[in-house]
């Protein structure tokens, strides 16, 4: 079992920036994919962004292209999530997810483990 925490959500006005940490209790064997998901109230989970274990693929929603990076420190079992000219569009629980396959698929249903979520909230 993998236990995913996350920290760094906030209130914040539009325009402006946040980072989102998540830390794994332990790492999986093998390599795999961590990525982020956000849900706002009333919607479906959806997927936000998505990188592999090396690093060299990342993957993003086109609602958050060239605003938000995902980036990963295998060492510390951590992925972030820096979030550029927020919009209120973006508020929503972000959820940190680990895929075993390492493919960082946009289906929820296909990531094994999930943190508790944590709320981000941009202010017009």
């Known amino acids: 079992q993998v236990q995913l925490e996350e920290s760094g959500g906030g209130l914040v006005p539009a325009g402006e920036s946040l980072r989102l940490s998540c830390t794994g209790s332990?790492?999986?064997?093998?390599?795999?994919?961590m990525g982020w998901f956000r849900q706002a109230p009333g919607k479906e989970r959806e997927f936000v962004a998505g990188?592999?274990?090396?690093?060299?693929?990342?993957y993003y929603a086109d609602s958050v292209k060239a605003r938000f990076t995902i980036s990963r420190y295998n060492a510390d079992n951590t992925v972030y999530l820096q979030m550029n000219n927020l919009k209120p569009e973006d508020t929503a629980v972000y959820y940190c997810?680990?895929?075993?396959?390492?493919?960082?698929?946009?289906?929820?249903?296909?990531?094994?483990?999930w943190g508790q979520g944590t709320q981000v909230t941009v202010s017009s």
């Open positions: 997810a680990l895929d075993l396959s390492d493919r960082a698929r946009r289906d929820p249903t296909f990531w094994a483990y």
């Open positions: 990188i592999s274990w090396s690093g060299s693929s990342t």
């Open positions: 332990r790492r999986p064997v093998g390599r795999y994919a």
